[in-house]
């Protein structure tokens, strides 16, 4: 269980070290970073066939899974958040009722994305607009991959437990198994079998499932050993209203990110082809520094939802601390190796000269987004496992506001270097306008 320790006389229920934050960091940080690791075998895969209309097919799948699973992210965050305050009240047969509910959520909604595949489908050929032989290969790949839904919704309520209980060896070795079979899989029946991109796709489907069945036996076995939940707990009225509302709340957020980053693309197009060219380069910067920040945003929900059950509000000050401190650490290292190493990496992504030259003229934008964000990634972490949602909710819609502002007068007056302080604003505004009420929030959380 937790540990103890004796400061003048009374137990506390757990120290907030530099220790406790690497150990949940540094393991989901590698666990986060073999995401874009299977994206990046998956195109390598499909483009040893030579065919580039297989090659868009998946990238449009891509982004119609993007869309349909960043929907469902509250399973793993949500469940992380409910598990980590019960885990700091040291309430096991808790932790396996949110679990359950968790489960069931899940379950459920991957069976829901299954039925709803034809209209999935037809949606994202809408949407995409592609030529019609890369719509046929969108279908063929969405149909097969929507058949992972149910287990990879579980695989989320599986991590967001094991995080909860700020396990991050364990998430480490839970995302290892899931990514490194799908590679494998993707591989074999994609090139050794000659399935092309269906093989890529069930290759998703076999790494998704054999990664839920492990992740249920180790859970399973793990609670046989903990003392029984009471009867009717997971189907609890008000555990369950709660659990809806935090996941309504975070939902909505994800939402809303994702609407933020489609308008930047939207605006980058209307400034022409090199402009788009070059910002979908350098956005993969972005997303490559909130990979290597998400571990310590994990860290924050982690140890400030187990201060929150356990009512220790100094656990909670110095979790908020720590993590900030090494956010931004991590956050100018980052900024720094993209400032210093930037021409050569867009040289990687990009063969054009031309995209180059202007993917380098907005370079030190994208290198710095790792530092404008770092404060919004790690007080998202705070809020989420103080489960705090609504609070987050309306800073995000609040934030929105102001990006969008930024974007309508920036961008027509700056053009892209407008878009781009815009995406700054919104981060920043994000981050400061969390810190600023968490004060509040905690004196009502931690009552003196």
């Given at each position: 269980?937790?540990d103890?320790a ?29 995401t ?5 075998v ?9 065919d ?5 097919g998946?990238?449009a ?31 096991t ?20 994305l ?33 058949i ?5 919704l ?10 909860g ?6 998430g480490l ?27 890529v ?24 050993k ?40 939207r ?8 402009t788009?060219?070059?910002n ?90 790792a530092?404008?964000?770092v ?7 705070v ?5 705090w ?19 309508l007068?920036?961008?027509?007056a700056l ?18 306008s ?12 931690f009552?003196?």
């Amino acid at each position: 269980m937790t540990d103890h320790a004796e400061t003048r006389g009374r137990v506390i229920p757990f120290q907030v070290t530099n220790r406790l934050v690497f150990a949940i960091a540094l393991p989901m940080t590698l666990a986060y970073l073999t995401t874009p690791l299977l994206g990046i075998v998956d195109t390598a895969v499909v483009g040893q066939l030579g065919d580039a209309v297989l090659l868009g097919g998946l990238a449009a799948g891509a982004i119609v899974f993007d869309v349909v699973f960043a929907s469902f992210n509250f399973l793993r965050s949500g469940t992380t958040g409910l598990v980590s305050q019960a885990f700091g009240r040291e309430d096991t047969r808790e932790e396996q009722a949110i679990f359950w509910r968790a489960f069931l959520v899940a379950f459920v909604s991957g069976l829901l994305l299954l039925v709803a595949a034809p209209l999935i489908v037809a949606s994202g050929v809408w949407f995409i607009a592609a030529e019609p032989r890369v719509s046929e290969a969108l279908s063929a790949y969405v149909y097969i991959r929507l058949i992972s839904a149910p287990f990879a919704l579980v695989n989320y309520a599986i991590l967001g437990y094991v995080l909860g209980r700020g396990e991050g060896a364990i998430g480490l070795a839970f995302q290892l198994i899931l990514n490194l079979s799908n590679i494998a899989l993707s591989i074999y029946l994609g090139l050794h079998l000659g399935w092309g991109l269906e093989g890529v796709a069930w290759g998703t489907v076999g790494g998704e499932a054999l990664a839920m069945v492990i992740g249920l036996v180790f859970v399973v076995r793990r609670f046989r050993k903990m003392p029984s939940m009471r009867q009717g707990a997971v189907t609890d009225t008000l555990a369950l209203k709660a659990m809806f509302a935090l996941n309504r709340d975070i939902m909505i957020r994800s939402f809303v990110l994702l609407g933020a980053f489609a308008l930047l693309t939207r605006e980058s197009a209307q400034l022409g082809t090199l402009t788009l060219a070059a910002n979908a380069v350098l956005m993969n910067f972005f997303l490559l520094a909130g990979y290597l920040l998400d571990g310590f945003a994990t860290a924050a929900e982690q140890i400030a939802g187990r201060a929150v059950g356990a009512r220790y509000r100094p656990a909670f000050d110095r979790a908020v601390r720590l993590t900030a401190l090494w956010g931004f650490v991590f956050a100018g290292v980052i900024a720094f190796l993209l400032l210093a190493f930037g021409e050569a990496f867009i040289a990687i992504v990009t063969t054009a000269p031309e995209v180059r030259a202007e993917a380098l003229r907005f370079l030190p934008w994208a290198a710095l987004t790792a530092v404008a964000g770092v404060l919004a990634f790690q007080m998202d972490g705070v809020f989420i496992g103080a489960t705090w949602s609504r609070d987050m909710r309306n800073m995000m819609l609040l934030s929105f506001l102001l990006y969008l502002a930024a974007l309508l007068t920036l961008g027509p007056a700056l053009g892209n270097h407008g878009l781009w302080a815009a995406l700054h604003v919104f981060l920043i505004a994000r981050g400061v306008s969390l810190l600023a009420i968490l004060p509040f929030r905690a004196r009502k959380t931690f009552p003196v």
